[in-house]
């Protein structure tokens, strides 16, 4: 239900530029969305990393794999037990670029009353492929929003289509990319752990970076559009100064509309992470607190209720009910307890 629901959204997101585009709504789809969706995700995504930088951290939460600085002679782990900044540093650059929790991670299930572990290799290969190939499909994209090329982007088309494999050259990230995704889909929808905590919104940005790319591969392998209108309205879109030529497709507008409905999704979804990651108290912070005291920013000044301003309340009631008080004003000052 959860994942036909998500299905579902998307086809309704592709079928809507695909039908309409060609009515006269080509300013709508080619630049109002673009820019609307821009917006909105600078707006959302520094309103959140801000919402998330002023969570105060009362503990200094380090998630660790290894020795801590401690004695001279007792060898640490500086990856594993960042003591400085530095080290943190080196740790967080590991992390966010190759994924090293992901690749160390493991797994356990129960199969026949034994408790087995084994490696999530699979998973970490299968997002470096994603990610990776995004970002390089993300950066040949860049030679349509400005003029002249680039030259990292020529580099960048030479190394990806190095096999020269077809006519129009086949790039080996766009196939990297389907096999990411892939993956991340199939692994979602096969193990059942992961499909029972699945919800629509897991489902939806996977379906939309499919349609994403399975546009992008049609237009480039299979069915071709007027390359040199689209670039005029991306080189338009860019200088904020946007222009819609005639004789775009209505495919592109729809390969263009999803992209804009992804970026405008993007903060207020799980893809958050990209930002999330850097303001990560298990990440972020050094495990020094044999060293350094951390003081809890929550840790302000409270108005107490003392034990003697309990006493001066109830001292009566105390006093009759035969309890020991640790002063008693009118008799000698010593504690009734003392007397007994």
């Not at 797994?107 to 572990?117: A, C, N, P």
């Not at 349509?144 to 289509?161: A, K």
């Not at 692994?187 to 919800?199: D, E, G, H, K, T």
Request: hydrophobic fraction near 50%; charge should be positive.
């Amino acid at each position: 239900m959860r994942l036909g629901f998500a299905l579902i959204a998307v086809l309704i997101l592709i079928a809507i530029p695909l039908l309409t585009a060609g009515m006269g709504l080509g300013l709508v789809f080619g630049v109002i969305i673009p820019y609307l969706a821009l917006a909105m995700f600078i707006f959302g995504f520094v309103v959140k990393v801000l919402r998330w930088a002023r969570i105060p951290v009362p503990f200094r939460i380090t998630t660790t794999a290894g020795q801590a600085k401690s004695l001279p002679w007792i060898k640490r782990a500086p990856l594993e037990s960042p003591y400085n900044g530095w080290e943190t540093f080196w740790r967080m650059v590991l992390e966010v670029l190759f994924f090293r929790s992901l690749f160390r991670n493991t797994v356990s299930e129960l199969k026949g009353g034994r408790v087995l572990y084994g490696s999530t290799q699979w998973l970490w290969l299968a997002g470096i492929l994603f990610h990776y190939s995004f970002l390089v499909i993300l950066l040949r994209h860049v030679k349509y929003f400005v003029t002249p090329t680039p030259g990292f982007v020529n580099v960048l088309q030479n190394v990806d289509g190095f096999f020269q494999i077809g006519l129009p050259i086949l790039y080996l990230t766009d196939v990297f990319f389907f096999v990411g995704v892939g993956y991340l889909f199939v692994r979602r929808v096969v193990m059942p752990q992961i499909r029972y905590l699945s919800l629509a919104n897991d489902y939806f940005p996977l379906f939309l970076l499919m349609g994403i790319g399975g546009t992008g591969v049609w237009m480039r392998y299979f069915y071709k559009v007027d390359i040199v209108s689209v670039k005029e309205l991306a080189v338009g879109l860019f200088s904020l100064n946007p222009a819609v030529p005639e004789g775009i497709d209505p495919l592109f507008f729809t390969h263009l509309f999803l992209v804009s409905v992804l970026i405008a999704y993007f903060p207020f979804s799980k893809l958050m992470h990209m930002g999330g990651i850097f303001l990560s108290p298990t990440r972020n912070m050094p495990n020094n607190t044999r060293a350094v005291r951390h003081v809890n920013p929550w840790d302000y000044p409270v108005k107490v209720h003392t034990y003697q301003e309990y006493e001066d309340e109830f001292r009566t009631v105390m006093k009759a009910a035969g309890l020991p008080l640790d002063a008693d004003p009118e008799g000698d000052g010593k504690s009734e307890a003392t007397n007994g």
